[in-house]
């Protein structure tokens, strides 16, 4: 019996790993949306906005008054608005991981 035990704590940290890599993947499928603009990875090219790097509160606040209306935008009102807070504030925090 210890071994069935065993088998079942097993089993259920390696779906856990499983689905925590899901997440992350699916993070990275999010933010990869905001590289035509702000880069690879939040690196972006000159004359654009660098995500990589930056405070995730500050990126979450930012966010949400483009999905909100309060901050004026060009098309970021627009796409910000596609995605819950919850995935807002977990593509904010992705950046606010990369390098710069």
């Known amino acids: 019996m210890p071994f069935v035990k065993h088998g079942l704590v097993v089993t259920a940290l390696l779906a856990s790993a499983v689905g925590a890599h899901a997440q992350v993947n699916q993070i990275k499928v999010w933010a990869a949306a905001c590289a035509n603009c702000h880069g690879t990875n939040g690196r972006a090219e000159p004359g654009m ?32 608005k596609g995605y819950s807070d919850e995935q807002l504030t977990q593509i904010a925090g992705y950046f606010a991981a990369q390098k710069k």
């Open 49 to 80: 906005e660098a995500l990589a790097g930056k405070n995730q509160d500050d990126m979450v606040k930012t966010l949400l008054a483009y999905k909100a209306g309060t901050k004026p935008a060009t098309i970021m009102h627009q796409i910000s």
